[in-house]
């Protein structure tokens, strides 16, 4: 409703502040901020490339203005928490109940390279982070390097990178 609006008083030609008022008139940012704490991932193609999306933003948001980064290739998302409760370093940080909740939250998910993704699979951290780094050769993904950068993940670590994302996308959207 937001863009509908805001293009056809783009549309009638009329004045900036107009324009700004249907955008304000029409936003909802208190659905917005609901919606950052709910499951964003759903293995179907349009949320995942919602998701895709959302995750490229973040992670452009996180360059120098001097850099221009082109992204190509197969861009796949990771579930740094496994999808599968199967490695003993997975069950041993996280109770099911956690683990059903904060898999599909934004705080949960990253970028990488198609290959790498098979690659990552339901491996410990310490095997994950070596995957996404590839034998010292950085991820292309800031998102990606600042997980790198944990030397643990846990639910704490989880937990802050959750709300971190959700600062920068209310900074990015809300109206």
């Known amino acids: 409703m ?3 609006s805001a293009l056809v008083a783009i549309n009638d030609d009329m004045p900036f502040d107009s324009v700004i008022n249907q955008i304000n008139q029409h936003a909802d ?11 964003l991932y759903e293995p179907r193609p349009n949320q995942v490339n919602l ?8 992670d452009m948001e996180q360059q120098d203005e001097s850099v221009i980064k082109t992204y190509t290739g197969r861009i796949t998302i990771e579930h740094i928490l496994p999808q599968a409760l199967v490695n003993e370093y997975w069950i041993n940080r ?37 995957i996404y780094e590839k034998l010292n050769s950085k991820s292309s993904f ?7 950068n944990s030397s643990e993940w846990g639910l ?11 600062t920068q996308l209310k900074k990015l959207w809300l109206v």
């Open 2 to 4: 937001v863009c509908y």
């Open 29 to 39: 940012n208190s659905g917005f901020i609901a919606a950052l704490d709910e499951d």
């Open 156 to 166: 704490a670590e989880l937990k802050m990178r959750h709300e971190k994302m959700k």
């Open 94 to 130: 996280f109770q099911p109940q956690e683990h059903v909740y904060w898999l599909h939250k934004i705080g949960n998910l990253t970028l990488i390279s198609g290959s790498k993704n098979s690659e990552a699979q339901h491996y410990d951290f310490i095997k994950k982070k070596s």
């Open 51 to 58: 998701i895709k999306a959302i995750l490229l933003r973040l």
């Open 142 to 148: 800031d998102l990606t390097k600042d997980v790198c």
